[in-house]
């Protein structure tokens, strides 16, 4: 006859394999990440040595004081809103832009938010420009309007890949010779950064990270302790940026939200004719954050590219869903959710 084990003895013996798991789960096997790979931890912490700079512990302590130390930010809160409407990267997509202002209309926000990028990869950027203006769109710069602004010979987009930057230059060369000087100037007024009042909520809009105008954070690669460091330097309750062309929305463990809002230049490598823009509701004791599938004209788009003579393989993107050019930014999780 079996003898029933007591149920503390049960317990404790659950206990203890538990302890065992989690100390096999995290033992250090020897394995340092390099970018998408593992290698050897000495080998990381050897390239680490000869091209980093080695640190007394006095010197450290300094470093880490200063990257933790709040940043000084004079920007004006505007707010409080209870209602708004934030999209970024309207990449000259006109078609897209009239879709989400008549849908503005119908949803009365208090106010619409457009993180930067105006220009880029569509037809006829100046077309977007009186869109913008007559709709009381609050615009910041992103890195192609400090560029196009400082007559700079590159969009300053923050590829590596020469594939990635051939296309760039195709696409920042054309939108370069079809905007004004007029508009140029008018895209360098814009500021580079705006604080917003959501319900009791401070947020910070910016284009790639309040680090870098030109900053990808993608959702797979972006750790939470890097956010939530993010948030106390910039003194605020949540980071809404674009850039990357993915939404994504992560709310912290102290309750705080980063949310990458979208694009609606061109579909969110989905395979869907769709772009994505963002609503933010204040529900008193939460931020509520919906991404909402925006439909257009993308034909028409579409037939306007192949007119301006734009390449073959942005108006696949816009006719697919699927990305074809820029893939070789995106983080490995990333990638493995695209068609190419």
């Known amino acids: 006859m079996s003898q029933r084990i007591p149920e503390d003895l049960q317990k404790k013996g659950l206990r203890r394999r538990a302890n065992a798991d989690v100390d096999k789960l995290t033992a250090h096997r020897g394995m340092a990440t390099w ?3 593992l290698v050897p931890l000495g080998d990381f912490r050897q390239a680490v040595r000869k091209s ?12 880490v004081k200063d990257y933790l130390e709040a940043s000084s930010d004079d920007t004006l809160i505007e707010g409080p809103f209870s209602k708004i ?11 897209a832009l009239h879709a989400l202002l ?12 457009c993180l930067g990028d105006l220009g880029g990869f569509g037809p006829n950027p100046e077309t977007i420009w009186p869109l913008l203006t007559e709709s009381a769109v609050r615009s910041i710069q992103g890195n192609y309007e400090e560029s196009l602004a400082g007559g700079r010979d590159d969009c300053n987009c923050g590829y590596a890949d020469p594939r990635d930057n051939h296309f760039a230059e195709i696409s920042y060369s054309y939108t ?10 008018w895209m ?42 993010l948030l106390d330097q910039e003194r605020c309750d949540g980071i809404l940026c674009t850039h990357t062309g993915l939404h994504w929305h992560r709310r912290l463990p102290s309750g705080r939200d980063v949310i990458n809002v979208g ?68 983080p490995a999780r990333e990638r493995a959710a695209s068609r190419f």
């Open 35 to 37: 970018g998408e790979t």
């Open 52 to 63: 980093g700079k080695e640190l007394t512990s006095a010197e450290r302590l300094v470093a």
């Open 85 to 95: 409407i934030v999209f970024g990267g309207v990449y000259s997509n006109s078609f």
């Open 102 to 113: 008549d849908e503005a209309q119908s949803r009365r926000p208090d106010a619409v938010y």
């Open 176 to 185: 370069a010779r079809n905007c004004s000087s007029e508009f140029k100037r």
């Open 188 to 229: 360098g007024g814009l500021p580079k950064r705006r604080r917003v009042r959501v319900g009791q909520r401070e947020l910070l809009f910016i284009h790639g990270s309040p680090r870098r105008i030109n900053e990808f954070l993608f959702f797979s690669s972006t750790s939470v302790p890097f956010l939530e460091t």
């Open 263 to 330: 694009v609606i230049g061109r579909p969110a490598n989905d395979g869907r004719t769709e772009v994505w823009y963002s609503v933010l509701n204040d529900e008193g004791d939460r931020l509520s954050v919906e991404f909402l599938p925006l439909a257009y004209d993308y034909q028409s788009l579409a037939s306007a590219m192949r007119r301006e003579g734009l390449p073959d393989v942005f108006v696949e993107t816009i006719t697919s869903g699927w990305w074809t050019t820029c893939l070789e930014i995106l």
